[in-house]
């Protein structure tokens, strides 16, 4: 069984600053690319940054050079840090990772429970 839990959401004004974590636990033989992903309402859910296991990043043209994803691969952890943000930036905010639970020969995604990210005055 394994699970996601995100952490580090809440208000915060425009041009501020939040970091969000997300740690993996349970029965992980191997943990792929993890990433953040982003749901405003009333829209669908987009892609914010990946990164792989060997740091490789990607990140949505929005967020550059404002958003710095990293991860701490003996903790099974990824941070997600927000600089400059903006109203457009609120959303509820989902952790993902493609891992190889132990005893299992393929890869699955997984979902965090998402943590709501509010910017505003």
């Known amino acids: 069984q394994v699970q996601l839990v995100e952490s580090g959401g809440g208000l915060v004004q425009p041009g501020g600053s939040l970091r969000l974590s997300c740690a993996a636990s349970?029965?992980?033989?191997?943990?792929?690319?993890m990433g953040w992903y982003r749901q405003a309402p009333g829209k669908q859910r987009e892609l914010v940054t990946t990164?792989?296991?060997?740091?490789?990043?990607n990140y949505a043209d929005s967020v550059k050079g404002r958003f710095t994803i990293s991860r701490d691969n003996a903790k099974n952890t990824v941070h997600l840090h927000m600089n400059s943000l903006l109203p457009e930036d609120t959303a509820v905010y989902y952790c993902?990772?493609?891992?190889?639970?132990?005893?299992?020969?393929?890869?699955?995604?997984?979902w965090g429970q998402g943590i709501q990210v509010t910017v505003s005055s």
């Open positions: 990164i792989t296991s060997t740091n490789n990043t």
């Open positions: 993902n990772a493609n891992l190889r639970p132990i005893g299992i020969i393929y890869n699955y995604n997984y």
């Open positions: 349970g029965s992980i033989f191997r943990i792929n690319a």
